[in-house]
């Protein structure tokens, strides 16, 4: 295979990982939204524990799409 | 370099010199980043002088104000405790300017001819703001507590043998929060930013192959469009946030260490 085809393949596989963070995503707001009716009193103060753990799942997914960006552009 | 057409959609983020300021033996480029970032700036002192005339009835331009105000000092209240005052006017700066500057550059200015250029889609310009709180977190744990400030490195109660295997984990996880800060924000800005216009490359290539494939591909992809626009707002919200957010957890970790929260 050309080494062009086998970068294109690397940053089509880099997209899973873009996916599987989407699913991290979506598990911490699902969560969130579970605890917060069941209790929604102590809801509010548990939105900023909601960005972190919303924070570090995206970070994830954005290391994926770096690292296709850079296979097409960079390597 | 991929083949994506005549549409290029890096374009957007290439920085372009607008005109060189004469500086002695040297030539300072004036470039549509430092245009973008004044921009973003000059907005701010508006926004912010334009509300802070201090009514004791407040209008509606000093309520907009006082939210932001509130929001962050509710944010540092929470995180940091009521020390966390002190820090308020940088994590507020921090926070509005990445606010405007992700708006600035999502503003339609394109349909007169004035092409947005997002700021915070450069990681030179994330990695200094990035820099600028990973700092201030060294600087006020080191002024703080001394050479205790290591102790963050080893959370308290540890055994001897498993501190062996945490303190450089904790160590690396401490080295990599600018690196992780700063790469946050440049890369959600700009994947929005090219999914965005990807789309909209599809509607011009679809609309020149003819109008049947046209009105096809283009009707479907300007309803996705308008809602990763919608989608795009909503990020440059959340990202400003988020760096916010984690600044003001980092200066709690410099100023209380791990003793409590």
């Not at chain 1, 294109?8 to 979506?26: D, E, K, N």
């Not at chain 2, 920085?15 to 002695?24: A, M, R, S």
């Not at chain 2, 690196?179 to 909209?200: C, N, P, Y």
Request: hydrophobic letters at 60%; a neutral charge; zero cysteines.
């Amino acid at each position: 295979m050309e080494a062009d085809a086998i970068k294109f393949l690397g940053a089509g596989l880099a997209a899973i990982g873009a996916g599987l963070a989407a699913l991290g995503v979506g598990n911490v707001f699902a969560a969130f939204l579970q605890g917060a009716l069941r209790n929604p009193s102590a809801a509010a103060g548990q939105q900023g524990n909601m960005f972190i753990g919303f924070a570090a799942a995206e970070l994830l997914g954005l290391l994926a799409f770096v690292v296709a960006v850079l296979l097409i552009f960079v390597a | 370099m991929a083949q994506a057409g005549k549409i290029d959609p890096m374009h957007q983020f290439e920085v372009q010199t607008i005109f060189n300021i004469p500086l002695g033996d040297h030539v300072l480029p004036f470039t549509n980043s430092a245009l973008w970032m004044i921009v973003a700036a000059v907005a701010l002192f508006v926004f912010m002088i334009g509300g802070m005339k201090q009514q004791v009835v407040p209008g509606r331009w000093q309520m907009a104000v006082e939210g932001f105000t509130g929001f962050i000092d509710k944010l540092l209240a929470a995180n940091i405790g009521h020390e966390g005052r002190k820090y308020l006017p940088y994590v507020f700066s921090l926070f509005m300017f990445i606010l405007f500057a992700n708006v600035v550059g999502l503003l339609p200015f394109g349909l007169v001819g004035l092409h947005p250029f997002t700021v915070t889609s450069h990681f030179t310009v994330t990695g200094v703001l990035a820099i600028a709180s990973f700092s201030i977190v060294l600087v006020v744990g080191l002024f703080k507590h001394g050479l205790r400030f290591f102790s963050l490195f080893a959370p308290k109660g540890t055994p001897i043998p498993v501190l062996l295997l945490v303190a450089p984990i904790e160590f690396v996880s401490f080295m990599v929060r600018p690196f992780s800060l700063a790469l946050r924000l440049f890369v959600a800005m700009t994947a929005g930013h090219i999914l965005l216009k990807v789309l909209a490359g599809f509607i011009i290539n679809s609309t020149a192959t003819g109008a049947g494939i046209g009105v096809l591909v283009s009707v479907p992809s300007f309803a996705l469009m308008v809602g990763v626009s919608a989608l795009e707002m909503l990020v440059a919200g959340v990202q400003a946030y988020v760096f916010a957010l984690l600044t003001s957890l980092y200066i709690n970790d410099a100023v209380h260490l791990h003793d409590h929260h």
